[in-house]
């Protein structure tokens, strides 16, 4: 993910800084291109070689290695559960065939691999 400055927010004459971040897991396909996030990582560096035969000398790029990202002005970060939604759920957990409803809503373009869904 490459993440820049909001242009509104840069003076004008100069360009946005941008910094790379690495998503994992539950992170992965989290943001959309043009939302505003705010992110919580560590930030590493890594020896880039092909960076270091260009230049003739040691070059790190650093990246920002996600833990957390919050979408700002996100309606959904601050969803609760109501109590009809959670009977809703306590309905659901009953029904036996519930992981074939399940399996048949993971990716509903693609024909059957009930297995790997």
């Known amino acids: ?3 820049q400055e909001s242009p509104s927010q840069v003076p004008a004459g100069r360009l946005p800084r941008h910094k790379d971040i690495v998503l994992l897991r539950d992170l992965i396909d989290t943001v959309r291109p043009g939302e505003e996030i705010d992110v919580t990582g560590i930030y590493t560096n890594t020896f880039d ?5 260009q230049n003739g000398f040691p070059v790190f790029s650093t ?3 996600a833990n957390s990202i919050s979408k700002q002005g996100d309606s959904y970060s601050s969803f609760t559960l109501t ?3 959670k009977a809703t759920i306590r309905q659901l ?9 399940v399996f048949q809503s993971i990716a509903p373009s ?8």
């Open 1 to 3: 993910l490459l993440v």
């Open 49 to 53: 070689m092909g960076l270091n035969v």
């Open 63 to 65: 990246v920002i290695e």
């Open 83 to 85: 109590d009809e939604d």
């Open 93 to 101: 957990a009953k029904d036996p065939n519930i992981a074939q409803r």
């Open 110 to 117: 693609i024909y059957g691999h009930e297995q790997v869904k």
